[in-house]
């Protein structure tokens, strides 16, 4: 199994406030472990911003995984970052991590993670 470290950057996002935007997919024939990730207040004012991870994947002897918030409506001042990752997050084949925020095109977007093929 080869492990390969990786970025994913939005300059800015969602492209409508209200509608998350889709960061990242975790692709056919890897697991990703998602090392960390900043939201960036690019806007003049403070935005509110959510990060939620959507799985339906079912674990062996475990109920189905549903939609998850990382972090929901928090507030993040003009010029400030948000670091909304405590620790490590290993996500699926399928699952979808999404941000939004209360102003379009006002957060910018980084996540690290280690790809597992």
Do not use: W
């Not at 900043?38 to 549903?66: E, M, P």
């Not at 006002?106 to 093929?117: D, R, W």
Request: contains cysteine; hydrophobic residues 40%; aromatic residues 2%.
């Amino acid at each position: 199994m080869a492990n390969t470290f990786k970025l994913v950057t939005r300059d800015v996002a969602p492209a409508t406030a209200g509608t998350p935007e889709t960061i990242y997919t975790v692709q056919t024939g890897s697991t990703i472990v998602m090392l960390g990730m900043t939201l960036a207040n690019v806007h003049t004012a403070q935005v509110t911003c959510s990060v939620t991870l959507v799985s339906t994947t079912t674990q062996t002897g475990q109920t189905q995984n549903t939609t998850a918030h990382l972090i929901k409506d928090v507030s993040i001042p003009a010029g400030s970052t948000l670091s909304p990752l405590e620790g490590k997050i290993n996500m699926n084949v399928g699952d979808i991590l999404k941000v939004d925020c209360s102003i379009a095109d006002k957060v910018s977007v980084t996540m690290s993670y280690m790809e597992i093929t």
